[in-house]
């Protein structure tokens, strides 16, 4: 998991990173993550789709737009609940 | 009735329908089908020095950057690269042996400058083709699966390990978007799908716009560029037929092969083509082990218009010893019999320019034989190749198998005996011309014996003399002769009893 902070250095929430964006973060790349309800888990979860940036500043990992990131943080914790149960 | 000369085609293998005075073929073996003639088949000539411990489970061959070849094989714990100098372990340092069930097959994919390699019970794992030294785990923990696939952008994962609830046999999972490291669902792309009916995800196969093969039915799977609400749609094709194997299936462009339970299908979009019905469909299941039809391997030649299945004759076998051989450009069968462990795609190697060795076209530097950028220098020209019996790399590229071919069975006189003098193949042997064999009966309920089978003489024909009702020709082409085209054979015949 890697912690995602704000512009303002708040950590907002930890998310998983594939391999291949942390090396792009760590060559100092804008990277765009795209996200949304998984097509079997929208009956439980409802509809929700959404893109934030990352980019590293200094040893954090900055998003641009915190609202959208703690709302992909949700719906991952609640894919996994899901995911557990059915 | 005086003697006359009456020719008789091979023609097109369809042991399935009555053979009765019928232009087809009635038995074939080593050959593969041209348009109007059988064509010889090479047998396994082996270019590795050293073996791979049996059983082997796996071979693959990835592209490097440059644009070279790299050979991959695997067992049932351990995966290989080959190089010059042998066979190197390159399986992964952490996490002990593999663990390939017995009878399964390891799945390949290239994918960029990776190779993944999977099956249902080990981790996905990963190796960078140009760099890597060992297999690892591929990251982003990606659920077990025996089949992985390139489908666009996106790696797919599919014939899952059953750990319900998050992973079932009916799932499959695509990774992120350009990205074989992102497996988080939901994000970047990545996602799963869960097929309800038809049973378990054989796997997927296809490019660009790919297909979910299952054991009772296939959909096809497009690319939604730009819909992050569904990414791909899945649309059922075939809801009855699926594939009854785990590695049956292959497609050629667009157009999917599968072996399903009652023979051979081919599916391009929405239009299903049962290319096995009335031509082999129940001879293979006369002739396959039927415990191990869920094994048979499916290859699509790319140096040839051919599909291959391989699969294991009978219970006794102990590697697959029957390929049956499907030509897409006339839709003809053929069948040969070449025991091998596993088949893949390969490519030729390349020649070094300062070798003088023993590799076939590979002549002395300052001969003239080639001009030093010759295109001949460069490998990668693409062959059938195989693990042998005995482990070792083979190319399909040997010398001729014995090839046999036999017409139907024919009334030369109809209503009366007939006698059968010569019999004069209508092929072009070289070395070792082989023999014919006349087989015969008075009637249709008795069974057919063969003559002694009399070898081709300094005329180009063989000896038949032979009389009866009915009368079948079986022409046998040695191991290792030189031909190109087998068509027939022309038979000199007269009614029995009579005068020429």
Request: with cysteine; charged share 20%.
């Amino acid at each position: 998991m890697t912690a995602i902070h704000d512009g303002d250095g708040n950590e907002i929430a930890d998310i998983d990173l594939s391999d291949k964006q942390r090396a792009l973060l760590e060559a100092d790349e804008e990277i765009v993550l795209i996200y949304h309800t998984p097509q079997t888990l929208r009956s439980l979860l409802g509809e929700q789709n959404g893109s934030f940036v990352l980019r590293k500043k200094l040893s954090q990992i900055i998003v641009n737009n915190a609202d959208r990131l703690r709302a992909f943080a949700d719906l991952q914790r609640a894919i996994r609940a899901v995911r557990e149960q059915h | 009735m005086p003697a006359q000369k009456i020719p008789i085609e091979f023609g097109e293998w369809r042991p399935d329908i009555a053979l009765l005075d019928t232009k087809f073929a009635s038995e074939v073996e080593n050959v593969f089908a041209g348009v109007n003639s059988y064509l010889p088949c090479p047998s396994l000539l082996r270019f590795a020095t050293t073996a791979l411990p049996n059983p082997v489970c796996g071979l693959y061959a990835a592209r490097t950057l440059s644009g070279g070849w790299k050979i991959y094989g695997g067992t049932r714990t351990k995966l290989y690269v080959w190089g010059l100098a042998g066979w190197t372990d390159i399986s992964r340092t952490v996490g002990g042996a593999y663990n390939v069930a017995e009878g399964d097959l390891w799945s390949f994919e290239q994918s960029g400058t990776k190779l993944v390699a999977v099956n249902s019970n080990d981790d996905p794992q990963v190796v960078d083709i140009d760099s890597g030294l060992n297999f690892a785990a591929l990251a982003g923990s990606p659920p077990k699966a025996g089949n992985v696939k390139q489908i666009g952008d996106f790696l797919f994962l599919s014939a899952l390990a059953n750990s319900p609830p998050t992973w079932t046999n009916r799932m499959i999972i695509w990774s992120s978007i350009n990205d074989i490291t992102g497996w988080t669902i939901g994000l970047n792309l990545c996602d799963m799908q869960e097929f309800p009916d038809n049973g378990p995800v054989q796997g997927i196969a296809g490019a660009e716009n790919g297909y979910v093969v299952q054991d009772r039915g296939i959909r096809t799977i497009q690319f939604l560029p730009g819909d992050t609400t569904f990414i791909f749609n899945f649309n059922r094709v075939l809801h009855d037929r699926g594939s009854i194997s785990k590695y049956g299936f292959t497609a050629i462009g667009d157009v999917l092969y599968f072996v399903s339970e009652d023979g051979f299908y081919a599916i391009s979009g929405q239009q299903v083509m049962p290319i096995g019905a009335d031509k082999v469909n129940d001879w293979w299941l006369a002739h396959s082990d039927i415990d191990r039809r869920n094994v048979v391997q499916a290859i699509a030649g790319v140096n040839k218009p051919r599909m291959v299945w391989a699969f294991h004759l009978t219970s006794a076998s102990h590697v697959y010893d029957q390929e049956i051989i499907y030509d897409w450009s006339n839709q003809r069968w053929a069948r040969a019999t070449v025991p091998a462990q596993v088949w893949a795609l390969l490519a030729t190697p390349g020649l070094d320019l300062d070798t003088d060795g023993p590799e076939p076209g590979d002549p002395l530097l300052d001969s003239t034989a080639h001009a030093l950028d010759s295109f001949a220098y460069v490998g990668g020209r693409p062959l059938i190749g195989a693990i042998d019996e005995d482990g070792y790399l083979c190319a399909l590229n040997g010398p001729n198998m014995p090839a046999t071919m036999e017409t139907s069975e024919v009334h030369l006189a109809p209503g009366q005996r007939a006698f059968v003098s010569d019999v004069y193949p209508l092929d072009d042997t070289v070395d070792g011309p082989g023999s014919v064999a006349a087989g015969t009966r008075e009637r249709l309920q008795d069974p057919v014996v063969f003559n002694t089978p009399a070898p081709l003489e300094i005329t180009g024909s063989a000896a038949a003399y032979s009389s009866a009702r009915l009368h079948r020709f079986r022409r046998s082409i040695p191991q290792g002769a030189v031909w190109t085209h087998a068509q027939g054979v022309l038979v000199e015949t007269q009614q029995d009893g009579s005068v020429a």
